[in-house]
């Protein structure tokens, strides 16, 4: 890990992401350029730069997602963009770790990078294609924060399906059981990592929609865990 | 055979008594009476069915067969829902999770023999009894105003008849005609209702009566999304819609329904139209029961638990609990928490710490959606806010939009979390 992104996570693992005025790279723009041959399949990225499978990239900092006339997003990314999420480096780093745990029904089939520096490093690269990014690498909206930091131990909680029914009737009154997604998404059977990981970007307010911070916001670790348990086994007879 | 023994007993009460069926709870299943089926009641029920696995006995007492939901009614007079896409039937609740669904109005109840006497007669042993009545009107809060009145000047603040009713005033109105709301005092259900209801009627008549005008007497110096109603009528329907807060007189009303005159602060208009919200109270089956203390019935924020009777738990618009609104999303939020209470309490289910939710979307103009909520906790003292949101001025259409499309979706989700 490069001497930028290990201040940023020692900054944040203490609770201090406004430290990091002192920093001056994101990472390794030439090594975020081999890394990007992964994600030119799809995307393009410079003067000549069109959407293609994916959008362009030019000018993702700060831009609002899903905020590209004339390329169709999925509905998921649309939400999202609508709920006020944007391309930060902080945001980014999120969604490039793991595309789906910050916007789920996104059509971006891309596993997530799961190196810090490689991820700092490719957000370097695009960093260069962002004109007039703001307040990038100083300050804090656009400090590397990892996606929801979860430690193996939260991952590995195994959540009670008895509890997670009972809460599961806080999240039933919008989200229904049988999974219609009109309006509001569904949330029956997801894999219960993704819903932990998305729960857990709510809490932290790397997602934006307000509702789901609230509800998100006051939920425990082993909470998040029964409600993805329930959720992810969740069957038709209900 | 359930059905066979009981008819066995009851007959043979009815003949050595000769007094209405009675039999003792406490013999067999535990039973569980739900007065009211709408957001409160009907939720209550369903869960109490649904997860006691048939271990409870569960009657939801409701006088009506269609049950027209509040929320998304004031749509309706705005165009933008079916009326009888805010309706529903107890036919799932009844087929699929067991609950006897009774259709009949609960005119009494005996705390010390724990039953319930319905109109028709029938009395209903309980051994919990789960009140969900919402709202009746304060006798005398609009003067010149009482219930007699409420087909010259509806209240529609139950939604049915009364909703459609009042539209059709509405789209009877004169060209260039005066719509006067009489806006209530708090607390009441659904605090931004109102305020959605001027901006649907507003919506309504900028189509088909552009130089018609509201007049909205209010007796709050503030209310529900104030500056969010106030910057989208401004928007949307620029000089159409006049509020008159109590300073300058919107507290001293006066109304006559044969002459079809408000009166407001001794200033007498003609109106076409006059929607009379008149202050609430608890559903009166709660005087009834001699549970309220002043217009609402006190309860306990851990259980819903009345705090006069613990075998009787209260729930939605009727209660003062704390600080959640009246809203059909809290009474959702609440019974649940009761149907745990109640589970927990009559067959040793497991029990965990209440927690409620609320959110109230509402519409302003064609996709100009707005929401409010919060998050709750239960203390000793009350229903205590944890955090909450809010929609802000100046959001952008896409933002507005998606609000709205948000609302629809949570319609279907609480629709199908209350009526199954």
Known sequence: MGGFAKLCFAALALGLSGAVAAVERIGDAESGAELWTQCKGCHQIGPDATNRIGPHLNGIFGRQAAAIDGFSYSKSMQRAGNDGLTWTLQTLDAYIHNPKALVSGTRMSFRGLKDDQQRADLLAFLRDFSDNPANIPEAAPTAIRDLPDLSDEILAIRGDPDYGEYLSSECTTCHQRDGSDQGIPSITLWPEEDFVLAMHAYKEKLRPHPVMQMMAGRLSNDEIAALAAYFGALSDEE | MKLNRRRFIGTASAATLAAPTVWGAGHGMPKVVVIGGGAGGATAARYLAKDSDGAIDVSLVEPSRSYYTCFFSNLYIGGFREIGSIAHSYGTLAADYGVNVVHDWAVGIDRDAKTVTLAGGAVLPYDRLILSPGIDFVDGAVPGWDISAQNKMPHAYKAGSQTELLKAQIEAMPEGGTF?????????????????????????????????????????????????????????????????????????????????????????????????????????????????????????????????????????????????????????????????????????????????????????????????????????????????????TGEDAALRKATFEESVGWYAGITADMFG
């Open chain 2, 180 to 392: 006067a709301m009489i806006a209530p005092p708090n607390p009441y259900r659904c605090p931004p209702g109102p305020y959605e209801r001027v901006s649907m009627v507003a919506h309504l008549l900028k189509q088909i009566n552009p130089t018609a005008k509201i007049i909205v007497a209010d007796p709050k110096e503030k209310f529900s999304k104030q500056a969010l109603f106030q910057e989208g009528w401004g928007k949307h329907y620029d000089g159409m819609i006049d509020w008159i807060g109590p300073d300058f007189g919107g507290g001293t009303v006066e109304v006559n329904p044969d002459e079809m005159t408000v009166s407001i602060d001794g200033e007498v208009t003609n109106v076409d139209v006059c929607n009379v919200i008149p202050a609430m109270k608890a559903g009166r089956i709660c005087e009834i029961a001699g549970i309220t203390d002043g217009n609402w019935a006190p309860v306990s924020g851990h259980t819903m638990q009345s705090r006069m009777d613990e075998n009787i738990h209260v729930l939605g618009d009727a209660t003062n609990q704390g600080d959640m609104p009246k809203s059909g999303f809290s009474a959702n939020s609440q019974a649940k928490v009761a149907a745990m209470a109640v589970r927990g309490a009559l067959t040793g289910a497991k029990v965990f710490p209440a927690k409620f939710t609320n959110t109230c979307w509402s519409l302003i103009d064609t996709d100009d959606g707005v929401k409010v909520g919060a998050s709750y906790q239960a203390t000793d003292e009350k229903i205590a806010k944890v955090d909450g949101f809010i929609s802000q």
